[in-house]
């Protein structure tokens, strides 16, 4: 279905729309956004939902890792999204030392998202060590999807962005760690970068949607960073994008195109121009020389 004869009457997506897909064997949709024109299309491409990561960190503002990120950075790249979409259920990213130091911030901060960002719920990482956080902020009326495997966040504590999960300890521990954020009141979890046949199996266990990111097939539902799936970000693409375009080349030929046709006269050419009637610029003439 295209985007220009999407359903008009489409009912705005909840926590609770994500919950029966799952009940229903329904896939679940996502993709992430940081500004008005992407959440715009994507919203009426008619995905679920559009997660504002803090990703953004890296593919929108070029640092190396997502840890520079603040609250402030998310708060305005979320009320951008908050302006293009009015179907999906928004989701904002917690950044890292946002919710980490104190619950009482981790409340305060998760409640800028929906006051201040426009948001409808927030992700944060970790498994049973933010347990805490999590019931309060659920506690405190706001929906939590929770982030186990590769937490970018952790990326210095994991050695590097590095798959998570592959020794049966570690997958055991993921297990615990699913089912506990499931018993903290979580609506949904996202699975990042660990064995399929784990996400599959954690899936199956919990009674709340997962939501894969290079986590295999047996996941509710998958989530891609909208740069890496249109091919903008062009300093690395993980093995488990795939890529829908290559637009960082289609803009680089665009741009190099723009620079040849104003450096050879081509551009700006008449129908780009604007122009004058005759017997105004005429007047214009006489009065010029008459100075």
Same mark, same amino acid.
């Given at each position: 279905?295209?985007?220009?004869?999407?359903?008009?009457?489409?009912?705005? =997506?909840?926590?609770?729309?994500?919950?029966?897909?799952?009940?229903?064997?329904?896939?679940?949709?996502?993709?992430?956004?940081?500004?008005?024109?992407?959440?715009?299309?994507?919203?009426?491409?008619?995905?679920?939902?559009? +997660?504002?990561?803090?990703?953004?960190?890296?593919?929108?503002?070029?640092?190396?890792?997502?840890? $520079?990120?603040?609250?402030?950075?998310?708060?305005?790249?979320?009320?951008?999204?908050?302006?293009?979409?009015?179907?999906?259920?928004?989701?904002?990213?917690?950044? #890292?030392?946002?919710? &980490?130091?104190?619950?009482?911030?981790?409340?305060?901060?998760?409640?800028?998202? +929906?006051?201040?960002?426009?948001?409808?719920?927030?992700?944060?990482?970790?498994?049973?060590?933010?347990? $805490?956080?999590?019931?309060?902020?659920?506690?405190?009326?706001?929906? =939590?999807?929770?982030?186990?495997?590769?937490?970018?966040?952790?990326?210095?504590?994991?050695?590097? #962005?590095?798959?998570?999960?592959?020794?049966?300890?570690?997958?055991?521990?993921?297990?615990?760690?699913?089912?506990?954020?499931?018993?903290?009141?979580? #609506?949904?979890? =996202?699975?990042?970068?660990? $064995?399929?046949?784990?996400?599959?199996?954690?899936?199956?266990?919990?009674?709340? $949607?997962?939501?894969?990111?290079?986590?295999?097939?047996?996941?509710?539902?998958?989530?891609?960073?909208?740069?890496?799936? +249109?091919?903008?970000?062009?300093?690395?693409?993980?093995?488990?994008?795939?890529?829908?375009?290559?637009?960082?080349?289609?803009?680089? &030929?665009?741009?190099?195109?723009?620079?040849?046709?104003?450096?050879?006269?081509?551009?700006?050419?008449?129908?780009?121009?604007?122009?004058?009637?005759?017997?105004?610029?005429?007047? +214009?003439?006489?009065?010029?020389?008459?100075?």
């Amino acid at each position: 279905m295209s985007a220009s004869s999407y359903p008009q009457n489409r009912n705005r =997506v909840t926590t609770l729309t994500l919950q029966r897909k799952k009940e229903q064997g329904q896939p679940i949709t996502i993709l992430t956004a940081y500004e008005y024109a992407t959440a715009l299309a994507i919203d009426r491409a008619g995905l679920d939902s559009i +997660l504002v990561g803090d990703s953004l960190g890296m593919v929108v503002l070029g640092y190396e890792t997502t840890l $520079p990120v603040t609250m402030d950075d998310m708060i305005h790249h979320c009320k951008a999204v908050s302006r293009g979409a009015q179907y999906a259920l928004l989701i904002g990213d917690m950044p #890292f030392m946002s919710y &980490q130091a104190s619950v009482e911030e981790a409340v305060r901060n998760a409640g800028r998202f +929906l006051q201040e960002g426009g948001m409808d719920a927030i992700k944060l990482e970790g498994g049973r060590e933010r347990l $805490p956080a999590i019931e309060a902020i659920v506690g405190a009326g706001i929906p =939590v999807q929770g982030h186990l495997g590769l937490t970018p966040q952790s990326v210095h504590q994991l050695g590097g #962005f590095r798959a998570q999960g592959k020794t049966a300890p570690a997958a055991r521990r993921l297990v615990e760690d699913a089912m506990a954020l499931q018993e903290a009141g979580c #609506f949904s979890l =996202v699975l990042e970068t660990i $064995p399929a046949r784990l996400a599959r199996l954690v899936s199956e266990r919990l009674k709340i $949607p997962t939501i894969g990111i290079g986590a295999g097939a047996g996941c509710d539902g998958q989530v891609l960073v909208t740069h890496d799936l +249109l091919g903008l970000f062009d300093r690395f693409t993980p093995r488990f994008v795939k890529k829908y375009a290559d637009l960082h080349n289609e803009m680089a &030929q665009a741009f190099a195109a723009f620079k040849a046709d104003i450096e050879n006269g081509v551009f700006p050419a008449e129908e780009h121009s604007l122009d004058m009637p005759d017997e105004e610029w005429e007047t +214009l003439m006489e009065e010029l020389d008459q100075e």
